[in-house]
């Protein structure tokens, strides 16, 4: 079988991860030797700066900061992890990838768009994902959701930035979605968990 890298992306609360295991458990089904891995992290250099990132003072680095940070770890992960489980065949799920930082650091954060198309080209070059499914809800209800179900709390940097930061998030996502309508594909996360994993399927269905 050909290898496939599909990523998830979208805001906090969204339920990409529960969606990841079904998603996984069914292609495994199907055949496929599947790897799940995440965002900043996968690698245990990338999981130390994960730790940077998500952690303490929510303006402790600066926007351009964390995409380097982020694209640090994001260099790590992809040529320890995710090149070769691509070239070995493998079909890759990744929780958060490029989109992320273009969403988080650029449209909420305020990094230049060149920036961010420049580490994007020399970094992620043409390891780009065949499908990202986006994931979009109103970061009202995401925010509780993700308080709620008690999220690892050293872990909420981002969560404590505040409503009008998620809302900026959100509205980047959608532009991605509008702006590679091809790779990327809308999700509604307000939906109940099963017919998110029926949306979910049939995306991926297609794409196979
Ligand atoms: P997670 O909680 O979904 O695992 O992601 C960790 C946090 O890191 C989340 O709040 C989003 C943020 N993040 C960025 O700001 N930029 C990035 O490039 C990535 C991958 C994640």
């Not at 990409?16 to 250099?45: C, F, H, N, W, Y």
């Not at 995401?142 to 981002?158: F, K, P």
């Not at 509604?188 to 269905?205: C, G, L, T």
Request: aromatic share 6%; net charge neutral; with cysteine.
């Amino acid at each position: 079988m050909p290898s496939l890298f599909i990523t998830f992306e979208g805001g906090e609360g969204s339920g990409k991860s529960t969606q990841i295991r079904r998603l996984a458990a069914r292609l495994g089904a199907a055949g496929r030797d599947v790897l799940i891995t995440r965002e900043p992290g996968g690698t245990p250099e990338a999981e130390a700066v994960r730790t940077l990132l998500v952690s303490g003072d929510v303006a402790r680095w600066t926007p351009n900061s964390e995409a380097l940070l982020n694209y640090a770890a994001r260099e790590q992960h992809l040529e320890q992890v995710i090149r070769p489980a691509l070239a070995a065949g493998r079909t890759v799920l990744c929780d958060r990838f490029m989109d992320s930082t273009r969403a988080y650091q650029g449209y909420a954060g305020g990094c230049a768009p060149s920036f961010i198309d420049a580490l994007e080209k020399t970094i992620v070059g043409v390891t780009r994902p065949d499908l990202t499914l986006v994931f979009d809800l109103d970061p009202t209800v995401g925010l509780a959701r993700a308080r709620s179900r008690g999220d690892v709390v050293s872990e909420d940097r981002y969560e404590r930035k505040g409503l009008a930061f998620h809302q900026k998030l959100r509205e980047g996502f959608l532009d991605i979605l509008r702006r590679d309508p091809t790779r990327c594909r809308f999700i509604d996360a307000a939906q109940d968990i099963e017919q998110v994993a029926i949306d979910v399927w049939s995306v991926v269905e297609g794409t196979l």
